[in-house]
């Protein structure tokens, strides 16, 4: 029986421990996506394999990423990125377009992004910088169970702003909101049982320029900065 290339490609993908959808992918690995480029005439980046990093250089029409276990880095991408790993660090160095990231144990970095940002870790750093100028909105909604999470915006950035810092009755130093924008801070004074472990929280709220774009940013032992540049 006579095998084309396409037709071994297949096979080797689906003996290894990974389900993988690909449009437009240059290179597959039987067991993990260790480096993925996508040609500019493509469609989206579909990648869902059980396990190993995925390392895609450009994603120029979007990119919908799932590991179970590894990291995930996207050189650069447009339109949207969705990126989810059960445990692994998340790094996007250029985004054109929404960025939806969540990670169960790991650090999320997005360096350079335009667009609206969801990133979430169930124990681990944050940093997003937007950068440039839109009338459209960018939301950002950033999310740490456990973890120090920066956010660098330009100057000019109008939003209205939602933080909350919760730090335990265990931890190990104090923690703080840093920024100067002038925002209304407020502390609680007592401990918190509600959840568990009781806790204290920082809460800052307060509107620069318009308020269009709706910052909401949580932490638990961490450090929150907010930054403007």
């Known amino acids: 029986m006579k095998i084309n ?14 389900s993988v959808a690909l449009t437009g992918c240059k290179v597959c690995t039987a067991h993990s996506i260790q480096k ?5 005439d493509s469609g989206a980046v579909n990648i869902h394999q059980m396990g190993g990093d995925i390392n895609v250089a450009d994603a120029p029409n979007g990119a919908s990423l799932h590991t179970m ?9 447009a339109s949207f990125a969705k990126l989810h ?11 054109q377009g ?3 990231a969540s990670t169960m144990g790991g650090v999320i970095r997005i360096d350079d992004t335009n667009g609206p940002v969801k990133a979430s870790t169930m124990g681990g750093d944050i ?12 939301d950002i909604e950033l999310d740490s169970k456990g973890g120090t999470i920066q956010l660098v915006v330009p100057n000019n950035f109008p939003m209205e702003v939602h933080i909350q810092l919760a730090t335990t009755r265990n931890a190990t130093r104090e923690f703080h909101i840093i920024d100067k ?4 801070q407020q502390e609680s004074q007592g401990w918190d049982s509600s959840f568990g472990t009781p806790r204290r929280y920082i809460r800052e709220e307060g509107v620069v320029g318009s308020g269009l774009n709706h910052i909401t940013i949580k932490t638990i ?9």
């Open 5 to 18: 290339n396409t037709s071994l490609l297949f096979l080797l993908c689906a003996a290894g421990a990974a």
């Open 36 to 40: 993925v480029e996508a040609a500019t």
């Open 69 to 77: 276990g590894g990291n995930i880095r996207v050189g650069s991408v």
């Open 85 to 95: 790993t059960m445990g692994g660090n998340i790094t996007v160095e250029r985004a």
């Open 98 to 100: 929404s960025v939806d």
């Open 127 to 138: 940093t997003v910088r937007e950068i440039g100028s839109s009338t459209d909105r960018r």
């Open 181 to 184: 924008l002038g925002l209304k």
């Open 221 to 229: 032992n961490g450090d929150v900065i907010l930054k403007q540049e």
